[in-house]
């Protein structure tokens, strides 16, 4: 069964343990063993720090609280990191790449602005804000951003769910991000999952904190209870994430007790959700 | 007329036959007006050697801005003997002088003693005042006018002007002005060269060597009325524009379109542009985007452009593959197309601004700027993610009064606080606010599903600045 693969795919399978491709530009053509290695090593679970970061995601989230641009943004810099590993040292630096944070006004209103002293240090001198008075001037700023080769990653907010925001806008926000390599996680406050092109679609809500150490009673490092719904190339699973100092932590709800075990990583890859066996062709020939 | 003929009796205005009776032996030359001019412009570019601007002060001065030049000939008073020394050889007859202003610079050159230097800390008035009034460089009726007041000094006119003493020259102020009301030119009233002379008001010189803009422009044969048509002119334009700045190693950074319409109107766009850019697609295209609103009217016969502010900008090397165009646009062109669109107020970057204060400690600026220098920020303050423009007031259920919150309600939701850390007390800044203005106190919390919140306080229950003290929600942790 003839399947092309463009070369950026090819790059990005080249992280996995999979078999090896030849690379360089051109369609590779995959035959059927070969094809049934990959769509094995494409079921695997998601996990932080993974090579192949999707290009397009969806953070559906409440505005009552800041989890779902907290969560966007602990996946930016775990997206970041990673690209900075696998760094090409002819490209420009990664972390001289500006962000750009687009936020419509209802989100403005309803969640509040974007803060300077509360982001990330690494992120706080290279951040660009947009403010966009509708959703459409959002979009139209989350395009122009996709399309621009020097930005590190575009995030965007745009609460509810407008007539705008339909399937061709993400279908063309999702394919001016895989053009240019420019990733997008848009956040979507108090939004239904109604149909889009995402790559990967989260829901997150606030989970409570780790204890911290010197003091019991205070709030610890943000967590977050993230399910992950609908991935192209993933099992669904759900996950609380935590943000450790830059790091991007996983472990698996109800696991606490399991969680002081050691190689309790290799346990959480156990599945609570059924992995989706039938959509392994599609998800490997990632046009 | 040279110092000779004026010793011998001669005076601009006579009659040669008399002057011939006067002094037999005086030497003519017929008048070349045209010829001194041309000859004044080419010493008032020669005059640039003692510093960067001149203009022409016609019929027979130059003047030279020396503004931060005078210490390389060795201070002002050496620059005034190196002119003198440069005009003797070449046989010209100088007189100069330094002053802030030109009108000061022109009263003393003409008037004053020789090489006079005008420093800017002396007291101009008083240095001036034993000029005539001729010295502020007034029209000949005028002269007469104040002639006939009895105002011969510009000493006479400083009272009357700076309303000093009393009450008899406030009066004669306001007769002065009553009376050159009308006198809209400099040369014709007084009052407004005086205070050119003392650099109250700003008095603009034409540079001898003018900066040109660059300029393309298309008139068309037929008027046209429709978009297309005028986005293919624009087009054309831009790309001629970027030839010519091409062509002079610049960019432009405001650009300015004009149309000229059949029935005598103009419509005129302008365009500001984050970083210079000499991209004839990208102009083109932020100009169909600023050209919505255009009515055509019966045509558009002229369309100019014109780059009103350009910077240098370096040629660069095209993009040598087809690989490059895939890699889309850069962070300037973005940042334009968004500021086109979306506004100069919508694409701005947060920095630093020196204040404890959480509202004031961020300040928003455009993308493309440096940011400004500050202090390292305390990194054990944790600050929220998001900040609400206004704070959301919350009732808050408590123990004691200046106790931990225990519950509080926002948007009519009710969150039992799990953990709290607090109070973090965050002062008004007394040398700036109203002494009624109340303290902060802010919790970080977290509600009993991990929602994170930071509140406060603002004041306390007995500071004496109002009644009880409220609670508001100011920002949402990530």
């Not at chain 1, 999979?18 to 695997?44: F, I, M, N, W, Y």
């Not at chain 2, 960067?52 to 620059?79: K, M, N, Q, T, Y």
């Not at chain 2, 973005?334 to 694409?347: N, S």
Request: proline share 7%; with cysteine.
């Amino acid at each position: 069964m003839p399947n092309f693969v463009s070369s950026a795919g090819v790059d990005a399978l080249s992280g996995f343990p999979g078999p090896s491709r030849p690379k360089g530009g051109g369609a590779v053509r995959l035959d059927a063993a070969e094809l049934a290695a990959l769509s094995k090593t494409r079921e695997a679970r998601w996990r932080p720090q993974l090579a192949d970061q999707p290009l397009h995601s969806e953070v559906f989230a409440d505005t009552g609280n800041a989890s779902g641009a907290g969560l966007a943004l602990a996946l930016a810099r775990d997206a970041l990191k990673v690209a900075a590993q696998h760094h090409d040292p002819l490209a420009e630096a990664e972390d001289r790449l500006q962000v750009l944070w687009v936020q419509d006004a209802r989100a403005i209103r309803r969640g509040g602005r974007v803060y300077y002293h509360g982001l990330p240090p690494e992120l706080r001198h290279r951040l660009i804000h947009v403010e966009a008075k509708t959703p459409e001037d959002a979009l139209f700023a989350l395009e122009e951003g996709l399309r621009c080769r020097d930005l590190a990653c575009v995030i965007g907010e745009i609460v509810g769910n407008p007539r705008t925001l339909d399937f061709t806008a993400s279908r063309r926000l999702s394919l001016a991000a895989e053009q240019h390599g420019v990733p997008l996680w848009l956040v979507r406050l108090e939004a239904q999952p109604d149909l889009s092109s995402a790559r990967m679609r989260w829901r997150v809500e606030a989970a409570p904190s780790a204890t911290p150490r010197w003091n019991a009673d205070a709030p610890g490092m943000p967590s977050w209870k993230a399910e992950l719904f609908r991935a192209r190339s993933y099992a669904p699973g759900e996950w609380i994430l935590s943000n450790d100092n830059g790091r991007l932590q996983a472990r698996r709800p109800h696991a606490s007790t399991a969680a002081n075990t050691q190689g309790s990583a290799a346990q959480n890859s156990g599945d609570l959700v059924r992995p989706t066996f039938g959509r392994s062709l599609a998800a490997s020939a990632r046009a | 007329m040279n110092d000779a003929g004026q010793a011998a009796g001669g005076r601009p205005g006579m009659m040669l036959a008399d002057a011939r009776a006067l002094c037999p032996a005086i030497q003519t030359a017929p008048a070349d007006p045209a010829g001194d001019l041309a000859f004044l412009e080419k010493l008032a570019l020669w005059s640039q050697r003692w510093g960067p601007w001149s203009a022409l002060d016609p019929p027979d001065g130059v003047l030279v801005d020396i503004s931060a030049a005078a210490h390389l000939f060795g201070g002002e008073a050496r620059l005034l003997a190196d002119v003198e020394a440069a005009f003797g050889r070449r046989k010209l007859a100088v007189r100069t002088a330094i002053a802030p202003t030109a009108g000061a610079a022109w009263a003393l050159a003409h008037f004053g003693p020789l090489r006079a230097i005008l420093c800017p800390q002396d007291n101009a008035l008083q240095r001036l005042s034993s000029l005539p009034v001729a010295a502020l460089r007034l029209d000949e009726d005028v002269i007469t006018v104040l002639r006939r007041l009895g105002l011969k000094h510009l000493g006479n006119l400083s009272g009357v002007v700076t309303g000093l003493a009393d009450r008899s020259e406030a009066a004669a102020r306001d007769a002065l002005h009553r009376r050159f009301r009308n006198r809209k030119s400099p040369a014709a009233n007084p009052l407004v060269r005086l205070d050119q002379l003392l650099g109250k008001v700003p008095e603009p010189l034409l540079p001898v060597v003018p900066q040109e803009t660059p300029l393309v422009q298309r008139r068309l044969m037929e008027p046209i009325r429709h978009r297309t048509l005028l986005d293919t002119v624009i087009g054309d334009l831009a790309v001629e524009m970027a030839r010519e700045l091409e062509g002079r190693g610049e960019g432009a950074r405001r650009l300015e379109i004009g149309l000229w319409r059949v029935d005598g109107e103009v419509l005129v766009r302008k365009l500001e542009l984050a970083a210079a850019t000499r991209e004839a697609a990208h102009i083109t295209r932020l100009f169909t985007t600023k050209l919505d609103d255009i009515d055509a009217g019966f045509g558009i016969e002229t369309v100019r452009l014109r780059a009103s502010w350009a910077e240098p900008l370096a040629l660069a090397q095209g993009d040598i593959d087809a690989a490059a165009e895939r890699h889309g646009t850069s962070l300037n062109a973005c940042i334009d197309r968004l500021t086109v669109r979306l506004g100069e107020k919508a694409v701005r970057r947060p920095v630093p601004h020196a204040s404890h204060l959480p509202e004031r400690a961020q300040r928003w600026q455009p993308p493309l700027e440096l940011e400004p220098a500050s202090q390292g920020v305390l990194e054990f303050q944790q600050r929220p993610l998001k900040l609400f423009d206004k704070p959301e007031e919350i009732a808050v259920l408590y123990a004691s009064p200046d106790g931990f919150p225990r519950r509080f309600r926002w948007r009519g939701d009710v969150h039992e606080v799990a953990r709290v850390e607090g109070p973090e007390r965050i002062a008004p800044e007394w040398w700036r606010a109203r002494s009624t203005t109340r303290l902060r106190d802010y919790y970080r919390i977290e509600d009993e599903t991990g929602r994170r919140y930071w509140i406060y306080r603002h004041g306390l229950a007995d500071d004496g600045r109002g009644g009880a003290p409220q609670w508001y929600l100011h920002g949402l942790c990530a």
